[in-house]
């Protein structure tokens, strides 16, 4: 299995890593006790669904760009790691980590707990390296 990618540091020396694929999304949901992998698998069929080839490929050629096109229209998955691998913080941000007006962003610790309690600064440094607001009020679903 490869490593999840690496998107940035946080204090304490956790780790924010991107989930690229439904094995990862399925391990995460496990690991923290929810369902983040359903919500992966929607998405992903979506951006799947949403893909036309440019018209001129030829048949073989139909699913070259089917990859980058969902990399590039599906939300980020976002697991926060700490030192020692343990799972601390789930993150679901808009495509491509910009700023959309009607995305609503999902941050959740295990079991859909809080995880503004015990990591803000580590959303705080996630939400800086996007240039997102990552409020406890707009991200947490069951406050």
Known sequence: MRAMRYICDAPGGATWFRLETEAEAEAEAALMHHAVDKYFKRHAEAARESY??????????QAIGLKDHVARSMPLFLTLRADDGAGLVTAMLPPQGRNQGNFR?????????????????????????????????????YA
């Open 105 to 141: 962003c999902i941050i959740v610790g295990p079991d859909n707990g809080d995880p503004y309690e015990e990591n803000a600064p580590a959303i705080e440094a996630l939400a800086r390296h996007f240039s997102l607001e990552l409020s406890r009020e707009a991200c947490y679903p």
């Open 52 to 61: 036309q080839a440019p018209p001129s490929a030829a048949s073989f050629e």
